[in-house]
């Protein structure tokens, strides 16, 4: 069926995946990846789409509603996909004003365009849907209650190590109640009750998921896996905030975007999927791997860079543990991740010291200002 897709933030980390699945798998698509381009986006995540006859780039802010509703006549817009936001915890902590604008004024402008448009139409919202990507932060941070030696409830398909053990008794359901600590996860937070009241009040098909920690290739170097594999290779110190004993749940960024195509298809409306692999790792062991499997890539002894590790003042309000459950999408659409986690990372170290080009174009200029004001002086 000839579709004409809009996926925002196509630009950024996991929209640049998205994308490229979509324009590869669905040729008779219209793929119109609308991305204003902010210190996140880049165009070169995109390099090997640009040129195909179903993709088409738009430079826009998701906060324009005059220009988001002409795109959505002009291009007779079906579907969205809606991954644009500004992403990263710590520049929230110091910036909130702008989480709040694109991720909540942003999504309520794309929200209230397509309504004007789609209930404009003869069929309104038949064959519609307005899809919004959210995150595990918006349910909060869980306890570490698992004493020593006690087995888990789950174990992962994800992960070959140890690691891969729950470290704690409960986890994140689509049922969990919302409790945002960060003004990123209020944001977020906030726009998923926008997206569920356009629902609820005028009938839009909509449908929410919540995603744990990506990790990959084009992740922008300012998250744990890249800015630590970057430092690693140019032996800077690894900022490890608190005592490195966070837990986060880590999602090879493919097996997302696969979430996300079958979702979008065949998602139950105003359903709500959580995304994950059931693979929880504390920072410090992550850390220690990512920096074995550089330290070897590059031909140095194994954990010869471990002295690299640099205990810095703990992120304000830093989230203990999160865990997701994804039983309902593997149970309800036989979804599950296709890699375990030890392979992910060897490729996505690989992935990155085969592109140090792609690093250094980020990694100059502006990046240099923002790594000083971050890290400098510590
Ligand atoms: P990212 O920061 O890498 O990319 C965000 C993209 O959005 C960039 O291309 C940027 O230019 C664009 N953008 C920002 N503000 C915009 C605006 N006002 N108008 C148009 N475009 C704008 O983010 P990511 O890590 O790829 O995350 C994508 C989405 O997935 C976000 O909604 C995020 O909350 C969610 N998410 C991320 C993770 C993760 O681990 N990275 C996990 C779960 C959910
Ligand atoms: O859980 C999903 C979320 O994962 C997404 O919604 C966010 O967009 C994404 O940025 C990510 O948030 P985190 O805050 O978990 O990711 P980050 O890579 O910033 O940090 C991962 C962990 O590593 C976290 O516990 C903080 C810690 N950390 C991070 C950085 C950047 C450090 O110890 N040192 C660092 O320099």
């Known amino acids: 069926m000839k579709r004409s897709i809009v996926i925002t933030g196509g630009a950024g980390f996991i929209g640049s995946h998205v994308v490229r699945l979509f324009v590869n798998k669905y040729p008779e698509y219209n793929i119109i990846n609308l991305d204003k381009l902010t210190y996140a986006g880049n165009l070169a995540n995109l390099k090997d789409v640009e040129q195909c006859p179903n993709y088409k780039f738009v430079r826009m802010d998701i906060c324009d509603f005059e220009a988001f509703y002409q795109l959505m006549q002009q291009e007779k817009v079906d579907g969205i996909i809606h991954l644009a936001a500004e992403s990263h915890v710590d520049r929230s902590i110091k910036d909130p004003f702008t989480f709040a604008r694109t991720n909540v004024m942003g999504t309520l402008s794309l929200l209230q365009a397509a309504k004007l448009y789609w209930e404009s139409l003869p069929e309104k919202y038949e064959g519609k849907r307005f899809y919004h990507i959210s995150t595990d932060e918006v349910y909060g941070a869980l306890e570490m209650d698992r ?41 977020k937070a906030s726009s998923d009750h926008f997206v569920r009241a356009y629902h609820d009040t005028y009938g839009m098909p909509t449908v929410v998921t919540n995603c744990s920690n990506n990790y990959g290739p084009y992740q922008f170097p300012e998250k ?50 959580n995304i994950g692999g059931f693979n929880e790792w504390k920072n410090i062991d992550i850390i220690h791997t990512v920096i074995r499997t550089v330290d070897r890539l590059l031909g140095r002894a194994e954990g010869e860079d471990l002295d690299l590790i640099t205990y810095v003042t703990d992120r304000l309000g830093h989230d203990a543990r999160y865990a997701i459950d994804s039983s309902k999408l593997q149970r309800e659409l036989g979804w599950e991740p296709s890699l375990q986690f030890e392979e992910g990372i060897e490729r996505t170290v690989r992935w990155y010291l085969d592109n140090e080009e792609w690093l250094a174009n980020i990694t100059s200029g502006e990046y240099e200002k923002y790594y000083e004001s971050m890290y400098g002086g510590r």
Do not use: C, M, Q
């Open 224 to 273: 744990l896996i890249p800015l630590f594999i970057n430092n690693i290779r140019h032996r800077r110190p690894l900022p490890v905030y608190g005592k490195g004993e966070n837990v986060r749940d880590w999602l090879y960024v493919e097996d997302h975007a696969r979430a996300i195509d079958l979702i979008f298809h065949k998602g139950t409306v105003a359903e709500t999927y």
């Open 147 to 187: 004493p020593e030696g006690v087995e888990p409830p789950f174990t992962t398909t994800a992960s070959s190590s140890e690691h891969h053990l729950a470290y704690g008794s409960e986890f994140f359901l689509e049922t969990t109640k919302y409790n945002p600590h960060s003004p990123y996860s209020a944001s």
